[in-house]
Structures are given as C-alpha cells and as structure tokens.
C-alpha cells in the first residue's frame, strides 16, 4: 500500500506541470480547474491497469488530461470547441498585407521578458485547442507525434493548427505594436 503511495506521489510529481498546462490552457481560470484536475488524477489512476506502454506515461496523462478538458468544454462552453474553417474567421485577425516592413522587426527590440508575457497575452486569446497546441509544443517542447498521441488528432491537422496558431500571434503581435509603441 506504501509503494503504491509512493507511486502515485511520483506520477503525479512528474505530470503535474504538463496537465495544469493543458486544464490551463484549455479550460482559462475557470472555477472548475481543480475538480478538473483531481479527476484526470482519478481517471490516470482508475486506468492505469490499462497502460500499455505504446507511449511515454506521461503522454498517456496528458492524452487523458486533454480528453478530459475537451469534454468539459463540449458539456458547459460548446462555443469554445468549434476550430475556425480558416484564418479570416478568427477574431481580430488582421490581413499580413497591412503589416509595414518595419514592424517586422519590432520584436527584436523588446526584452525577452516582455516578448514572452506579450506572446502569453496573445496566446490566451485563441481558441483553446490552438492555445494547447501552443503550449504543448512550444512550452512542454513535445513532439508533433506526442501530441497526436494526446489530442488524438491526424499529424497534419495538428501542424495545420500550429502553422494557424503562429500566424494569428504573429499577425496580431505585428498589429498591436508598432515600432513606435516599443
């Protein structure tokens, strides 16, 4: 029984970071995260007779994590799961032929510190399998194939939904600073 403790403490202790991400990411500051939380915990532990070692556990958590939140989100916000046809359709979305040749070089004069809470700040603003996708990639640095694994989705729509992603920040990012305001 002490070893299964023990065991759990370190599941836990090593997933703990990559599923407040994806719960984070997925669901914003909903009341809910917590709850949300110990029940992917629940769910891990429920299943784990079932673990077949095809992937890293970790990937497998996070598989259970994402699945978890995506249900969530169809069950109390269905508005937040529909993914836009294409890039025109996402909010605030402004065309790369408005953007000057100077502002593309706006970035290189901000902090590292700055770029990164901006990018966060942007980031928060995109539908939240885009937000995931992001984290998941970018922050947790998994590969395209561990995503596949924990958002069951085909290896193209998730580059797809990367490449989309990075466009809207960027476009975005280009759009609300100029080189003036920096």
């Not at 992937?55 to 969530?72: F, G, M, P, R």
């Amino acid at each position: 029984m002490d070893g299964d403790r023990h065991a759990a403490t370190l599941l836990i202790r090593h997933t703990e970071k990559l599923v407040a991400q994806i719960v984070f990411k997925m669901t914003g500051n909903h009341p809910d995260r917590k709850d949300l939380i110990q029940d992917i915990y629940l769910k891990t532990f429920r299943y784990l007779p079932r673990f077949r070692f095809q992937c890293k556990l970790s990937t497998w958590v996070a598989q259970i994590s994402y699945t978890t939140c995506l249900d969530h989100l169809k069950k109390y916000r269905p508005e937040l799961i529909a993914i836009p046809a294409d890039d025109e359709s996402l909010p605030g979305n402004i065309s790369t032929a408005k953007i000057s040749r100077e502002a593309l070089d706006a970035g290189e004069l901000l902090s590292v510190k700055e770029r990164s809470e901006i990018l966060e700040r942007l980031n928060a603003a995109l539908p939240p399998v885009y937000r995931t996708l992001i984290t998941l990639f970018h922050k947790e640095e998994l590969s395209i194939e561990e995503i596949t694994d924990i958002t069951g989705l085909p290896t193209g729509t998730v580059k797809s939904y990367l490449f989309r992603a990075r466009k809207v920040l960027k476009e975005r990012l280009l759009y609300q600073y100029s080189k003036e305001d920096i």
